[in-house]
């Protein structure tokens, strides 16, 4: 007889440290106005839709796709001006995050990011027995420069994450203020620019001249959030060492070809991104008429609000009315805040007609 003891509840097999994570979770409510994942939402122009339908019908889907990726690192080493080893996929930005981690922290060492911020910094370096230490953003969502170094100093993080546009604020920090973090950190930065296609201009290339600097980029949030594709870029020795904990043939076939072709086809790409930005500036211009609510400054695709009225109800009205918002239900600091993606014209005036007829509606 088997007398080794097992759990009843086969959950009790887990690391108690993954049964106290909550899964991450987004509200899946069917809309007809989706606002909360700061996807793009246009689809690529007709011309570079249908070159992409081409090249994903002719993959071959009884071999494995190319390991090193060879022809989508070299068309986003063009597109970014760098060279191709210069240039790290992951099955989106998520992953590049968790090789990144694992690849430089020991567990028991710490990684420090300025909060409230993009979430999964936090919840991969935990899964991996990782710290996350979180230096507050000033009540402005300003980037407190003296306290992010103090904490650095006591910390030693092995990686600071500094989002900027910052998820969810907006904020994008000052050129100064990122590059004073650069020069207190004794490990790696990670610039994630997720959002700097919508922001009025990039750092350039911070990594030339700092190795340990990284820069993190999506193609999620301007139109290709379906292909999973996210990069780090950064020094070629030490890419090749965070390149040992990809998983192999991570980016799949499909993927690699039709971010290829995206990435050589930027400049069919590139105007939504000025459309979506003059869209969240006329956005911004109505939510500050709207008596109750408090749009903060952004340069990415989405604007954070606070709503002054409860934002359950708010949030509840807005899906009756078909439009979906993030709201950061028991979030420190952004529980009475809703993120509010930039869409269509049509979308964003669907929104704001039912924001200003919620907040005017009885108490
Ligand atoms: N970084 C930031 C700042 C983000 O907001 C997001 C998406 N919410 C990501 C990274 C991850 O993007 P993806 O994995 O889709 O590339």
């Known amino acids: 007889m088997d007398k080794t003891k097992r759990p009843s509840d086969p959950a009790a097999l887990a690391r108690s440290r993954v049964r106290d ?14 606002l909360d994942a700061n996807e793009s939402p246009y689809p690529p122009p007709p011309e570079l839709h249908e070159r992409l339908m081409v090249i994903m019908a002719g993959t071959a889907l009884n071999r494995y796709p190319d390991m090193e990726a060879t022809l989508l690192r070299r068309a986003l080493a063009r597109k970014d001006g760098v060279d191709e080893h210069e240039i790290l996929p992951g099955n989106g930005s ?9 690849a430089l922290c020991d567990p028991g060492d710490r990684v420090l990011t300025p ?4 979430s999964m910094y936090r919840i991969i370096a935990n899964w991996l027995n990782v710290e996350c230490v979180e230096t ?5 969502w300003s980037l407190d420069v003296e306290r992010v170094i103090d904490d650095i ?4 993080p092995k990686i600071v994450f500094i989002a900027t546009p910052n998820n969810p604020t907006g904020a994008r920090y000052p050129d100064e203020a990122v590059k004073a973090v650069i020069e207190a950190s004794p490990g790696a930065v990670v610039v994630d620019e997720a959002y700097i296609d919508y922001a009025a201009r990039p750092y350039g290339l911070l990594f030339r001249d700092r190795p340990n ?4 980029r999506t193609l999620s949030k301007v139109g290709f ?4 594709l996210g990069y780090l870029m950064g020094d070629r020795r030490l890419l090749a060492e965070v390149n040992k904990t990809r998983l192999p043939y991570n980016i799949n076939s499909v993927t690699q070809a039709a971010a290829a072709e995206a990435a050589n086809s930027w400049s069919l790409v590139a105007p939504s991104f000025k459309a979506v930005a003059a869209e969240r500036e006329r956005m911004a211009a109505r939510l500050a008429a709207i008596p109750g609510v408090t749009a903060f400054p952004s340069q990415a695709n989405f604007i954070l609000m606070r709503i002054a009225r409860g934002a359950e109800d708010m949030f509840n009205t807005l899906l009756r009315e078909g439009v979906r918002v993030r709201w950061f239900k028991g979030a420190a600091r952004l529980d009475d805040c809703f993120r509010v993606t930039v869409g269509t014209p049509l979308e964003n005036d669907r929104f704001l007609a039912a924001l200003e007829t919620a907040m005017r509606g009885p108490a």
């Open 21 to 34: 994570i909550l899964a991450y979770h987004v509200e899946q409510t069917p809309s007809e106005v989706i």
């Open 94 to 102: 998520d992953e590049a995050i968790q090789s990144l981690i694992a």
């Open 115 to 118: 909060t409230p911020t993009f």
């Open 136 to 140: 507050p953003l000033g009540n402005d």
């Open 153 to 156: 100093a006591r910390a030693r």
């Open 213 to 216: 600097v990284l820069i993190l």
């Open 225 to 228: 959030a379906a292909l999973r």
